[in-house]
């Protein structure tokens, strides 16, 4: 998960570059290609294409924009058919951050138990 609080400390003319500390094998010039995409200007996601998309996250377009990100228990069957997948990394502008930062913060989720 971002770490949200920090996100108030960026400046806002900064960019932020979010992925999973399960990513060990990820190339730095894979990063930088991502971050020249966002170019600290707009939300830039990593996706992949894989044969056997099961338990990840769809990427849903319209033409080539990214119209939703679906997780597999919430998708439709056409959408389970997607074989483009989110890979949890994504580089955006600072103040987009912040904006994402302040909506989680007032949203609260109710959590599950473990029993």
Known sequence: AMPYSSAPLLAADEQVLVLSGDV????????????????????ALLTIRLPD?????????????????????????AQCAIDEVYSGIMA???????????????????RASCT
Do not use: F, K, N, W
């Not at 094998?25 to 707009?42: F, Y």
């Not at 033409?63 to 997780?71: K, M, T």
């Open 24 to 43: 060990p094998l990820i190339q730095p010039d894979t990063l930088r290609a991502l971050c020249d995409c966002s170019a600290g200007e707009a939300l």
């Open 92 to 110: 955006l502008p600072a103040a987009l951050a912040q904006t994402l930062a302040a909506a989680a913060a007032a949203h609260t989720m109710p």
């Open 53 to 77: 998309a099961t338990g990840y996250g769809r990427i849903v377009r319209q033409g080539e924009a990214v119209q939703a990100i679906v997780e597999q228990r919430d998708a439709t069957p």
